[in-house]
């Protein structure tokens, strides 16, 4: 009998009981991070980058496709950079740690540890742009950044985190909104095709722009507590850091003129969303495009027919690993099957492949699907077809599941008491009609400390009132309490 040296996967909070500490307990038993000795920062451990690697992979090939290159810009940005764009300091001052001395000597002007890069990359457009020849500019930097946040939590709002930025200069008005649309459609397919996470596109109101734009435009996802996560930005900056910055350029009748800038990111935040979109009270759930591990093999059955099995599973593993796939196999005999199936139900890995002496003999496997939990047996020489198509199944399962949610949990207000009473007592998003002022929407926020997410593109309700005065309405806007 094999030697059981290992204790079954401990209990893990559920949901219901309390997300914050099922979210903590599964990013940590699943291995995704460790906490490091500085404040508010996290070790990244090889699953938690593998997904970031994917989603770099996936994003950065749709940008070259449309024409963006990548480029590094520097870590440290002066201080009197931030100076050229009131709005932009006010908004990131509270955020920013300074660099002060270096060597041993005092610095003569402090330097930030880049929060953002529209400051440096403005400084550095004005030195590139002459002509309209050099227009378009289109650039994408993967980076790290930092925030000093007085809150954090693992993934979603961490001092130090790892995003892209892209930053792109234009000719024309036109030209740079048309680019601001462009990136946020690529968000939108990437996060619902590629994470299977659904989202509401739609436009921040003016409180919650990004600081120094002039419009912002978000996709916004529905975590599994019904809090709102912001998945993706992209911002029209109009002209605003090109006269902070002097970027102009020289037209085609020898004028000279500003340019349109705009930036737009997602960042590691999304390893966040994917978990608390899926996740279950067993552990992760993956959507196969961005899991590390598509497929875990394991063998079973008794020590005298071990041989014979594992020799199967590594053709197995051979077969799948050379047909694309990404598999591992588990052959210990120094733990069970079950609790190797616990283990691997728990990390999320979308297909379990089940191979024992009996399925020798019948030339087949078993599939066990982690987001139904379904199980399959498939011939052993029509796996390569299979396996594919299961894995797609899972995907779009994963999707539509995550949409139905989010649709079971949205709601439409009326009235100032209606949308505290969904608020407090349902878990979910909130469509109400806004009269545009910003003391409405304040009032909300006090009320019951939801903010406004965005006005959508598409509502599923016009509510002709505004939800706190009672005026016409001039948007229908989702509140929701958020991350």
């Known amino acids: 009998m094999a030697k059981e040296n290992k204790a079954f996967v401990k ?45 770099q992979r996936e994003l950065d090939k749709e940008f070259k496709r449309t024409g963006h290159r990548n480029a590094y810009f520097p870590l440290f940005i002066p201080e009197s950079f931030f100076q050229k764009e009131k709005e932009h300091v006010e908004g990131f001052n509270p955020e920013l740690p300074w660099v002060t001395e270096a060597g041993g000597d005092k610095l ?24 309209y020849r050099d227009l378009p500019l289109l650039l994408n ?38 680019e601001t649309m462009q990136m946020l459609d690529i968000y939108t397919k ?31 996802a529905m975590m599994k507590d019904g809090k709102a996560l912001q998945a993706g930005t992209s911002h029209f900056l109009g002209q605003n850091f090109a006269k902070g910055f002097d970027i102009q350029y020289l037209d085609k009748d020898n004028q000279l003129k500003y340019v349109y800038t705009t930036s ?19 552990g992760l759930v993956l959507p196969p495009k961005v899991a590390p591990t598509q497929v875990v093999i394991i063998p079973i059955g008794p020590q005298k027919a071990r041989a014979a099995v594992v020799e199967a599973a590594d053709s197995l593993f051979a077969q799948l690993r050379d047909a694309g796939i990404r598999v591992r196999m588990d052959a210990r005999d120094d733990v069970s099957p079950g609790w190797k199936f616990n283990e691997y139900e728990m990390r999320g890995i979308p297909v379990r492949l089940e191979i024992g002496p009996r399925d020798l003999e019948n030339r087949q496997v078993v599939l066990v699907r982690r987001d139904t939990g379904e199980k399959t047996f498939v011939p052993l020489d029509e796996l390569n077809t299979a396996l594919p198509k299961l894995l797609d199944d899972i995907q779009v399962n994963m999707f539509e599941t995550a949409k139905k949610f989010r649709e079971e949990h949205s709601y ?31 009032a909300v926020k006090d ?26 309405a001039k948007h229908a806007v989702w509140f929701a309490k958020s991350y």
């Not at 590629?194 to 989202?199: K, N, Q, T």
């Not at 407090?424 to 910003?438: E, H, I, K, P, T």
């Open 190 to 220: 990437f996060v619902e095709e590629f994470l299977a996470v659904p989202v509401i596109r739609g436009q921040k109101t003016p409180s919650e722009k990004f600081a120094g734009a002039v419009d912002t435009y978000s996709i916004e």
């Open 264 to 282: 737009w990111g997602i960042s590691t935040r999304l390893l966040g969303a994917l978990i608390m979109v899926h996740g279950d009270d067993r």
């Open 108 to 131: 003569e002007e402090r330097l930030a540890i880049r929060p953002t890069s529209e400051t440096m990359i403005g400084h550095m457009y004005a030195q590139w742009i002459q002509s």
């Open 11 to 55: 209990e893990i909070t559920p949901q219901s009981e309390d997300f914050s500490r099922w979210y903590l307990d599964v990013i940590q038993k699943a291995d995704l991070m460790d906490y490091s000795p500085v404040r508010g920062c996290i070790v990244f451990k090889p699953d938690a980058y593998e997904m970031w690697e994917a989603c």
């Open 141 to 178: 930097q993967w980076a790290n950044v930092v925030r000093w946040e007085k809150r954090t939590l693992p993934f979603l709002r961490t001092s130090e985190f790892l995003w892209q930025e892209g930053h792109t200069a234009h000719a024309s008005e036109e030209e740079a909104r048309q």
């Open 412 to 442: 439409v207000a009326n009235t100032l008491d209606e949308l505290v009473g969904y608020i407090n007592d349902q878990r979910g998003f909130v469509l109400a009609g806004w009269c545009g002022s910003a003391e409405c929407e304040k």
């Open 447 to 472: 009320a019951c400390s939801a903010t406004s997410r965005n006005i959508p593109f598409e509502a599923p309700a016009q509510p002709a009132h505004c939800v706190n005065c009672q005026q016409p």
